[in-house]
Nanobody, 123 residues
């Protein structure tokens, strides 16, 4: 099982990026998916989660209103649209597949993790 995150890069403050996470090896249409990030010297931080059918989404307060999580179960992918980016959004972003169908902000609820994609926001 592999989760491949992509779409990271360098962007100026106020700009946008769209991260994608493609799953292979098994289907995750019955599992919640999530995005987390980790900045240098900081602990991993929950960003966004989406339930198995996309019906429920939750966001960290720090990104609410700027980031949008979505999924395409037919393509076994999950996306994170990031708008109005700020320098403090700079981090390695990880996608993860949950143990259960319900959306969760807890890292312990996720069983598979991608390798991460770097997002750097310049001021």
């Amino acid at each position: 099982v592999q989760l491949q995150a992509s779409g990271g890069g360098l962007v100026q403050a106020g700009g946008s990026l769209r991260l994608s996470c493609a799953a292979s090896g098994r289907r995750f249409s019955n599992n919640a998916m999530g995005w987390f990030r980790q900045a240098p010297g900081k602990e991993r931080e929950f960003i966004a989660t989406i339930s198995w059918n996309g019906g429920l989404t939750y966001y960290a307060d720090s990104v609410k209103g700027r980031f949008t999580i979505s999924r395409d179960n037919a393509k076994n992918t999950v996306h994170l649209q990031m708008n109005s980016l700020k320098p403090e959004d700079t981090a390695v972003y990880y996608c993860a597949a949950g143990r259960w169908a319900s959306a969760s902000s807890e890292g312990s609820s996720y069983v598979y993790w991608g390798q991460g994609t770097q997002v750097t926001v310049s001021s």
